[in-house]
T-cell receptor
Framework: KQEVTQIPAALSVPEGENLVLNCSFT??????LQWFRQDPGKGLTSLLL?????REQTSGRLNASLDKSSGRSTLYIAASQPGDSATYLC?????????FGKGTRLSVIA | DAGVIQSPRHEVTEMGQEVTLRCKPI?????LFWYRQTMMRGLELLIY????????DSGMPEDRFSAKMPNASFSTLKIQPSEPRDSAVYFC?????????????FGPGTRLTVL
């Protein structure tokens, strides 16, 4: 059974810092991995999707990497802003639809 | 497109009552997913449909939970009878395909409180 773990559970950084969020998964037989953002009281918004054959994806200040063999992914956020404050969830898709981690709650302090 | 629409946004009910949550997926999407989110367990898949047919309901916690998708534009999740431990945020999501590179689009969720 696929299990997804995200570390740390919470993170607080000053504005302008670069930061890395981590995601690990137990079964490397995946089709893709996605990073989502969830704002308080809201649904999830997809940020980046990495196919199993890809190593990384970039969107603006966000860069996600995937190392399928080691069961790890990272989400890099450059020059963090207070508007980046949210919970970030990692999810993997294998033979069943998405299995989610519990997320990292990020606070960017102005 | 208005995105995935869920109703109600908030529901407060008493233990033993029937609860019905509603979802309208994005037009043209043929897969629909129901999730439950709690602090303890995170986001869990309850059931998903492909072309209105339930594919996997192994995540449904018990017989008190049931889901239907009578047509491509509407789905319901029903809890009967409800219990306090059912309190959670329930999300509906839709996508073009079940297992593919297509991402899932989430609704805003229904926050359910069972007293």
């Amino acid at each position: 059974k696929q299990e997804v773990t995200q570390i740390p559970a919470a993170l607080s950084v000053p504005e302008g810092e670069n930061l890395v969020l981590n995601c690990s998964f137990t079964d490397s037989a995946i089709y893709n991995l996605q990073w989502f953002r969830q704002d308080p009281g809201k649904g999830l918004t997809s940020l980046l999707l990495i196919q199993s054959s890809q190593r990384e994806q970039t969107s603006g200040r966000l860069n996600a990497s995937l190392d399928k063999s080691s069961g790890r992914s990272t989400l890099y956020i450059a020059a963090s802003q207070p508007g980046d404050s949210a919970t970030y969830l990692c999810a993997v898709r294998g033979n069943t639809p998405l299995v989610f981690g519990k997320g990292t709650r990020l606070s960017v302090i102005a | 497109d208005a995105g995935v629409i869920q109703s109600p946004r908030h529901e407060v009910t008493e233990m033993g009552q029937e609860v019905t949550l509603r979802c309208k997926p994005i037009s043209g999407h043929n897969s629909l997913f129901w999730y439950r989110q709690t602090m303890m367990r995170g986001l869990e898949l309850l059931i998903y449909f492909n072309n209105n047919v339930p594919i996997d309901d192994s995540g449904m916690p018990e017989d008190r939970f049931s889901a239907k998708m009578p047509n491509a534009s509407f789905s319901t999740l029903k809890i009967q009878p409800s219990e306090p431990r059912d309190s959670a945020v329930y999300f509906c999501a839709s996508s073009l395909k079940v297992v593919s590179s297509d991402t899932q689009y989430f609704g805003p969720g229904t926050r359910l409180t069972v007293l």
